[in-house]
């Protein structure tokens, strides 16, 4: 028994079995741990496509593909804001902060 006990002690003070070990065991783990809960954001992820006939009969209008573009928006923009007429005015600087 007394053997016994000094090769467990002698074991148990390898630096790898005391500091590389753990340190394996964690990183394998976290990864397969990872893994899971990863999987987890997958399997129970609810996602139900809806046709557009579907749609038309909730009565949900939708409008037609490429419709909207941004070369649409941006002149819609133009429309709402006259840059012609702009004037860049300074707000007043706080006291002790002068150019």
Known sequence: MDNFSKSLDSFLKNK????GLPFILLVVGGSF????????RYDYRKVK????????KQGIEMKPRGSITIETEYKKLLEQVNLE???NKRIPRPPGFED
């Open 16 to 19: 790898f079995i005391r500091y």
């Open 33 to 40: 741990g990872l893994r899971e809960f990863s999987q987890i």
């Open 49 to 56: 496509f809806i046709s557009p006939e579907e749609l038309k």
């Open 85 to 87: 007429d702009y004037k």
